[in-house]
């Protein structure tokens, strides 16, 4: 693949903000999801729905962390637009496989994407509930983090049926 098939760089292969100016303006929604894997001994904590700590909830907690950081997401990437979300959802709930599934719905109407905001949320919810329980242990693996779906712009994308 040549420099060139790169959005961030421009002709001489230098990195450079992508150029929206004359992009149409488009409702772009994007969702993605990231995979915390706890043990046995945090497990345990679990009461309901959530897991409480001296830090307070974890899971209500890393909701919040992970809506802030999505807000922030062009502060964060570099060469990354900074967008005015419209919207911006975080969920947690346990799959099938007993992880705890954290998926972040984000959307605006605008001249680019979405995706790396609603990413960026999934993946600062995970890291959240990670140092909220890591007094608890250290065997946590968060794995997984990827879009699974984006609508709006130049092509669609979808994991999900």
Known sequence: MSSQEFTHLDKAGNPSMVDVGEKPVTKRIAKARS?????????????????????????????????????KTGELIPLCHPLGLENCQVEISLNAQNEVEIICTASLTGKTGIEMEALTGAS???????????????NIIIKETRLIAKSGGKRDFSLEA
Request: one cysteine or more; a negative charge.
């Open 35 to 71: 995979i915390v894997v706890l043990d046995g001994e945090i497990m345990e904590k679990l009461q309901g729905e959530e897991i409480h700590t001296k830090k307070g909830p974890v899971f209500q907690t890393a909701i919040i962390a992970g809506v802030m950081a999505a807000k």
């Open 124 to 138: 600062v919810a995970a890291l959240t509930i990670y140092d909220m329980c890591k007094a608890f242990s250290h």
